[in-house]
């Protein structure tokens, strides 16, 4: 049986390409300035001026130069080779070669990341669900971080993640707590950056509850800090939310709150 990753693989091969030229990553808009980050990553992670900052999972890089930007020394990470690829082009285009670079590894599985000892690790967005193993994912966090350093983390919250998100009434349609068994994705879905787009690779996605989020890092030494939960997201993730001003994504002012994003640090 094909492993969960190298199915994954291929399906992030195939979207980056569509990312790239999306309205919703506004690659041209980040080439003019734009900083991709979000306020509450930036206020928790502070100044990163020069730091050495690890990214997990960063797709094409747009947050890792981000950080690079802020004065951070930064590597990213991705499995994908088109968003490897894709990451160092647009590094070179906007002038960031030198306080950026990008490792093509699964995060499971690359182990020290260039000579390890980072100040800052970082991920956000997208990131565990698509991993089979949260206890190799905190290794790769252990290897690789300072002793002073500290671990972020921002991605939606778990208990958001039981629901449908193709209603507004909030229906439960996943599991909770992890099965071993991945979540099977079939081709033909429209991409979360392009609706236009129909993706012709399947997927495989888990489920990860916060015990096990925590616990992994926990049985590897770390001690999880500052948990935060938010009631917005940082993209439409039901149909009924709104932009607001600040950049995040709210739900209708009548719904009832429910906790979209879940944010916390780790350290030694």
């Not at 050495?52 to 802020?70: E, K, N, P, V, Y």
């Not at 350093?149 to 209603?167: A, K």
């Not at 770390?222 to 917005?232: A, C, I, M, Q, S």
Request: with cysteine.
């Amino acid at each position: 049986m094909e492993d969960a990753h190298e199915i994954n693989k291929r399906w992030w091969n195939e979207v980056t390409p569509v990312h790239t030229r999306s309205e919703f990553y506004d690659v041209e808009g980040f080439l003019g300035g734009r900083n991709t980050l979000g306020a509450i990553e930036r206020n928790a992670v502070g100044d990163v001026a020069g730091k050495r900052l690890l990214h997990l999972q960063c797709h094409f890089g747009m947050d890792s130069m981000s950080w690079a930007r802020l004065g951070a020394d930064v590597t990213g990470v991705d499995f994908s080779s088109e968003a490897i690829a894709n990451a160092k082009e647009l590094a070179e285009r906007a002038g960031l070669s030198d306080s950026v670079r990008f490792v093509e590894a699964d995060v499971t599985k690359v182990g020290v990341v260039n000579g390890g000892g980072h100040d800052v690790i970082f991920t956000s967005f997208g990131t565990i669900v698509w991993l089979d193993s949260l206890d190799n994912w905190a290794g790769t966090i252990a290897e690789n971080l300072a002793r002073n350093g500290v671990f972020y983390f921002l991605d939606s919250h778990p208990t958001i993640m039981l629901f449908d998100e193709e209603t507004s009434d909030f229906r439960i349609r996943y599991d909770y707590f992890h099965q071993e068994e991945a979540l099977f994705e079939p081709a033909g879905a429209s991409d979360y950056a392009d609706a236009t787009y129909t993706i012709q690779s399947e997927s495989r996605s888990f489920s990860w509850p916060t015990q096990d989020i925590f616990g992994a890092l926990e049985r590897k030494g770390l001690t999880v800090t500052d948990v935060r939960e938010y009631p917005f997201g940082a993209w439409p993730q039901f149909p009924d939310m709104e932009k607001h001003d600040d950049g995040y994504w709210y739900r209708t002012a009548d719904a009832k709150s429910l906790p979209i994003l879940l944010g916390f640090k780790a350290r030694w």
